[in-house]
T-cell receptor
Framework: SQTIHQWPATLVQPVGSPLSLECTVE??????LYWYRQAAGRGLQLLFY??????ISSEVPQNLSASRPQDRQFILSSKKLLLSDSGFYLC??????????????????FGDGTRLSIL | AQKITQTQPGMFVQEKEAVTLDCTYD???????LFWYKQPSSGEMIFLIY??????QNATEGRYSLNFQKARKSANLVISASQLGDSAMYFC?????????????FGGGTRVLVKP
């Protein structure tokens, strides 16, 4: 079966420090991978997604970047954190592709999330 | 572009009663899918139920059912026989046929608190 691991679970960082959050998926090949951010009591904002190694699409301009150095590894990074980067970060995966002319009915499966506090 | 609207920020429900969570959507895609997720206070996102735009039957999964009204562009989640463990945030999401990378668009969520 497929599993997704995300770490760390919580992180407290000073303003201006770098960031690296890691997400790995097991039990599947060539998954679609996603990074979301969630402000307290709010919905999920998609930050990045990737359909393959080295392929990253950014959804919103921001202080963060993403990389996919291996098929099942997705990394969220920042060189200098801002106070506004605080939040709950979720990684997710879904099976690749879909049938032609049919929307994929496969849900995204989420990691347990990282609570990031910037001081 | 796709948009999901959940107009109920929060609601109380009595244990063992049913509750309906509203979700309306907007899309130009002819084919799309609607998903509901549950997020307990611990933070993990749990997939509950899926409804395809061309599915003839409303989706059901145990105590969860979807009241899908395509003409009204609504996909309301019904939770029957509420339990204390149903207290959580609930998110409606959609995916259009043209969604690159099989992306999902999420609504703002509804917080449900089940009272004993």
């Amino acid at each position: 079966s497929q599993t997704i691991h995300q770490w760390p679970a919580t992180l407290v960082q000073p303003v201006g420090s770098p960031l690296s959050l890691e997400c790995t998926v097991e039990g599947t090949s060539n998954p679609n991978l996603y990074w979301y951010r969630q402000a307290a009591g709010r919905g999920l904002q998609l930050l990045f997604y990737s359909v393959g190694i080295g392929q990253i699409s950014s959804e919103v301009p921001q202080n963060l970047s993403a990389s996919r150095p291996q098929d099942r590894q997705f990394i969220l990074s920042s060189k200098k954190l801002l106070l506004s980067d605080s939040g709950f970060y979720l990684c997710a995966w879904s099976p690749p592709g879909r049938m032609p002319k049919m929307v994929s009915n496969q849900p995204q499966h989420f990691g347990d999330g990282t609570r990031l506090s910037i001081l | 572009a796709q948009k999901i609207t959940q107009t109920q920020p929060g609601m109380f429900v009595q244990e063992k009663e049913a509750v309906t969570l509203d979700c309306t959507y907007d899309t130009s895609d002819q084919s799309y899918g609607l998903f509901w997720y549950k997020q307990p206070s611990s933070g993990e996102m749990i997939f509950l139920i899926y409804q395809g735009s061309y599915d003839e039957q409303n989706a059901t999964e145990g105590r969860y059912s979807l009241n899908f009204q395509k003409a009204r562009k609504s996909a309301n989640l019904v939770i029957s026989a509420s339990q204390l463990g149903d207290s959580a945030m609930y998110f409606c999401a959609m995916r259009g046929l043209k969604a690159a990378g099989n992306k999902l668009t999420f609504g703002g969520g509804t917080r449900v608190l089940v009272k004993p």
